[in-house]
Each structure stands twice: as structure tokens, then as C-alpha cells.
Nanobody, 114 residues
Framework: QVRLVESGGGLVQPGGSLRLSCEAS????????MNWYRQAPGKEREWIAR????????YYQDSVRGRFTISRDNAKNTLYLQMNSLKVEDTAKYFC???????WGQGTQVTVSS
């Protein structure tokens, strides 16, 4: 059974940092491209970052480029999102996605507020 479980969300002040994790199971994680998405209240889910099988190959949405870093540890079947210089507008529920398996996690809430 394919499963993605996000963790690491929470409440942080503007300018702060968080690291999200996504533990994958039930499929050959190292063989798959992975994405992070987010969804703010009242808005559509949006793609923010992608990492290919080759961990050095990554892409970002313009609004997070230079602040967020996507990475993966294939030995641990885990995807990460390091988020620095957080802004109020980064408040959202964050989801990991394995498009090759059409799989989504349940999401983890990130709230940026003073």
C-alpha cells in the first residue's frame, strides 16, 4: 500500500524556519520524481517544488525559490522541505506528492504569524 506521511509543520514567526518531512512507503521511492504542494485557506492547491530521481535536479515556484530547499534521502525513503525566511503568505497546509503513484499525503499545517 502506497503511503505518504508528512510531519514538521507548526507555528513560526515571520523570518523563521521549519523543515518538513514526508516518509514514503509501499513503492520504490528512489525511482520516483517527488513534489511538494501547498494549499492556503480559500485557495487552490499549488505546486511549489520538485525533485527528480537525481537529487541535484530540483525546480521551484518563483515565490519560494531561494528560500525553500527540497531534498531527499533515498536510504530513508524520506522527502524534505527546508523552509527559511518564512513569510505570512507561506501559511498553508503542505502536501507531498508522488505523481508516478498518484499518491498524496494528508498534509501538515504551517502557520507563519507574529
Amino acid at each position: 500500500q502506497v503511503r505518504l506521511v508528512e510531519s514538521g509543520g507548526g507555528l513560526v514567526q515571520p523570518g523563521g524556519s521549519l523543515r518538513l518531512s514526508c516518509e514514503a512507503s509501499g513503492f520504490a521511492f528512489s525511482n520516483y520524481l517527488m513534489n511538494w504542494y501547498r494549499q492556503a485557506p480559500g485557495k487552490e492547491r499549488e505546486w511549489i517544488a520538485r525533485i527528480f530521481r537525481e537529487p541535484s535536479l530540483t525546480y521551484y515556484q518563483d515565490s519560494v525559490r531561494g528560500r525553500f530547499t527540497i531534498s531527499r534521502d533515498n536510504a530513508k525513503n524520506t522527502l524534505y522541505l527546508q523552509m527559511n525566511s518564512l513569510k505570512v503568505e507561506d501559511t498553508a497546509k503542505y502536501f507531498c506528492n508522488a505523481p508516478g503513484e498518484n499518491a498524496w499525503g494528508q498534509g501538515t499545517q504551517v502557520t507563519v504569524s507574529s
